[in-house]
């Protein structure tokens, strides 16, 4: 408990100036923490909430399934199709296509990611933010609860030292 008030002391070091140890405490215990950081209303443009369904999507079982069906699809039209076909056996068409397609998915998933990355953050902050508190406030009742068990004791001497001078 000692090594928590002492790291606590350490890290509020910056942030009290001319605030006392207990101003300190009471304005960490008053601080609001969300119950859900993600639950927050946060801005978003139009191009991100699009890289963020994008890669929903290109990250499914579906995507995959659908892209392969179309995939397998070009190929076989292209090789009934042979001397009319639009993209004949070489599928450099298809080569193409695909390499388009990643070059833009790839960029859109790591915009997502980094979308990602900052709601976990956050998230991370949040719960650290609890954890303090709720260390705080156990170190407070401990505190209270020694306090009390002491003047228990002391109450309870007081009660000996009648009784003993009752029984004289």
Same mark, same amino acid.
């Given at each position: ?5 002492? *790291? +606590?002391?350490?890290?509020?070091? $910056? ?8 101003? &300190? =405490?009471?304005?960490? @215990? ?49 090789? *009934? +199709?042979?001397?009319?076909?639009? $993209? ?8 193409? &296509? =695909?390499?388009?397609? @990643? ?66």
């Amino acid at each position: 408990m000692k090594e928590n008030r002492k *790291l +606590l002391r350490e890290v509020l070091k $910056d942030i009290r100036h001319d605030m006392t140890d207990d101003e &300190v =405490l009471n304005l960490l @215990a008053d601080s609001k923490i969300s119950q859900r950081p993600d639950s927050e209303k946060i801005k978003s443009t139009l191009g991100q909430r699009a890289a963020d369904a994008i890669a929903k999507f290109a990250g499914s079982w579906a995507f995959i399934f659908s892209f392969t069906g179309v995939l397998i699809l070009w190929m076989v039209v292209n090789t *009934l +199709l042979a001397a009319k076909a639009f $993209d004949p056996y070489p599928f450099i068409l298809l080569n193409l &296509v =695909l390499s388009c397609v @990643a070059a833009i998915q790839a960029p859109l998933i790591m915009m997502s990611q980094n979308r990602q990355e900052e709601k976990d953050r956050r998230r991370a902050e949040n719960d650290y933010k609890v954890n303090l508190k709720t260390e705080i406030m156990i170190e407070d009742l401990y505190d209270k609860v020694n306090l009390i068990l002491a003047k228990q004791a002391a109450l309870e001497k007081q009660l000996q030292e009648k009784d003993a001078d009752a029984e004289k």
